[in-house]
Nanobody
């Protein structure tokens, strides 16, 4: 079994910064793709950023130039640095990872989410 746990959310004013962390634990052989999603109140969950196993990142248009996704494979930890935050960035942020387990299975796992609130 694999668990993902996010942290780092909070309340900031417009223009502020937050750094989200996602720690993976359990029966992990390797973490392949890592994704950060956001779900605003009353809206569908949307992909904000993705980083492949080779470290190449990709961002939603809304995140480009402001957010930075990274990973520390040795620590099974993934990060989302969010700068120049806007009220429309408010929502619950979820970490998602494609994990190959020690038993050889390959599954996607979700964290429980962390709340980010940006006030104007």
């Amino acid at each position: 079994q694999v668990q993902l746990e996010e942290s780092g959310g909070g309340s900031v004013q417009t223009g502020g910064s937050l750094r989200l962390s996602c720690v993976a634990s359990g029966s992990i052989a390797s973490i392949v793709g890592v994704y950060w999603y956001r779900q605003a109140p009353g809206k569908l969950r949307e992909l904000v950023a993705h980083i492949a196993s080779n470290g190449i990142p990709d961002y939603a248009d809304s995140a480009k130039g402001r957010f930075t996704i990274s990973r520390d494979n040795a620590k099974n930890t993934m990060y989302l640095q969010m700068d120049s935050l806007k009220p429309e960035d408010t929502g619950v942020y979820y970490c998602n990872a494609d994990v190959r387990t020690l038993s050889g299975s390959y599954n996607a796992y979700w964290g429980q989410g962390t709340q980010v609130t940006v006030s104007s």
